[in-house]
């Protein structure tokens, strides 16, 4: 068992700045992807950034060279800055099973959090 829980979430203007934390705990944490996806209402959940365990990362197109994913012990982070209105949506930590490569696929995930909401005005 694994499990996330999120923070940071909150309002900000565009073009501010936000860092998400999600403190992992539980089993084999370091054997596993650690991944933030996001979703809004009537679309499908969507990935973010990838941290897999040899520490590389990856982020969608969308958000290169705004986002940077850490982590430090048991906490990840997103750091993410000038966020636009389309940054908007409920953020989630995940988790992949163990020793498996990091996938933008959400149904590969095995835990999630219970999500932290960004919302950006114009």
Same mark, same amino acid.
């Given at each position: 068992?694994?499990?996330?829980?999120?923070?940071?979430?909150?309002?900000?203007?565009?073009?501010?700045?936000?860092?998400?934390?999600?403190?992992?705990?539980?089993?084999?944490?370091?054997?596993?992807?650690?991944?933030?996806?996001?979703?809004?209402?009537?679309?499908?959940?969507?990935? $973010? !950034? %990838? /941290?897999?365990?040899?520490?590389?990362?990856?982020?969608?197109?969308? &958000?290169?060279?705004?986002?940077?994913?850490?982590?430090?012990?048991?906490?990840?982070?997103?750091?993410?800055?000038?966020?636009?209105?389309?940054?908007?949506?409920?953020?989630?930590?995940?988790?992949?099973?163990?020793?498996?490569?990091?996938?933008? $696929? !959400? %149904? /590969?995930?095995?835990?999630?959090?219970?999500?932290?909401?960004?919302? &950006?005005?114009?």
């Amino acid at each position: 068992q694994v499990q996330l829980v999120e923070s940071g979430g909150g309002s900000v203007q565009a073009g501010g700045s936000l860092r998400l934390s999600c403190e992992a705990s539980g089993n084999g944490v370091n054997t596993r992807c650690l991944a933030w996806f996001r979703q809004v209402p009537g679309k499908e959940r969507e990935v $973010v !950034a %990838t /941290r897999d365990t040899d520490g590389s990362t990856n982020y969608a197109d969308s &958000v290169k060279g705004r986002f940077s994913i850490s982590k430090d012990k048991n906490f990840l982070y997103l750091q993410m800055d000038d966020l636009k209105p389309e940054d908007e949506a409920m953020y989630y930590c995940t988790a992949g099973s163990s020793y498996a490569s990091c996938t933008t $696929v !959400a %149904t /590969r995930y095995q835990y999630w959090g219970q999500g932290t909401q960004v919302t &950006v005005s114009s």
